[in-house]
């Protein structure tokens, strides 16, 4: 398992290992204590959600707050998708910026979004099944949403521009007027 640090030091993408024989192959797709190494932090998930959406569908931009902010770690096992993770710590050089990258089952990617950062995602197939695992349970009072169109944000969702996007997620609010990380 080889893991990259992106433009965000803290957003990973995690590439699994693939070993071929004269059998065909085998892919090693995550393994829990090198990645908890390689973030210098044990990672222990508690759920995993399921979610099946269809093409230009986006969620997003997700997270809780503290005490139950979560770490999330995605993976498509049927589809493809453009993942966003933003920087939502006032105290980050990085606050308010984001970083994007394609999860797919063909590149087999994982993509991880760290406590302090908002998560979203547009499928860009016919639809794609995803899976995220979470490091604290759901908490609907600590649940937050920032506007996926938020223009202090310029997130460019994989030229994906009138995407078709929940209630709940239209609600969500600005990165100005939002409560975040500290």
Known sequence: MNITNTAIREVKIVNPDVFHDSNGFLIEDFN???????????????????????????????????????????????????????????????????????????????????????HGFVTLSDFADIAIGVTKAFDKESERCIRWDDPALEIDWHGIIAPRVSLKDLEGKLLYEAQVFV
């Open 32 to 118: 829990l204590e090198t990645f908890g190494k390689a973030l210098d932090h044990a990672v222990e998930f508690v759920d995993e959600r399921l979610i099946h959406s269809g093409r230009h569908e986006l969620m997003g931009l997700h997270y809780q707050l503290p005490p139950h902010a979560q770490e999330k770690l995605v993976h498509v096992t049927n589809g493809q998708t453009f993942q966003v993770a933003v920087d939502l710590r006032k105290s980050s050089p990085d606050f308010g910026k984001w970083i994007g990258t394609v999860v797919s089952d063909e590149n087999r990617i994982r993509f991880w979004v760290p406590e302090g950062f908002g």
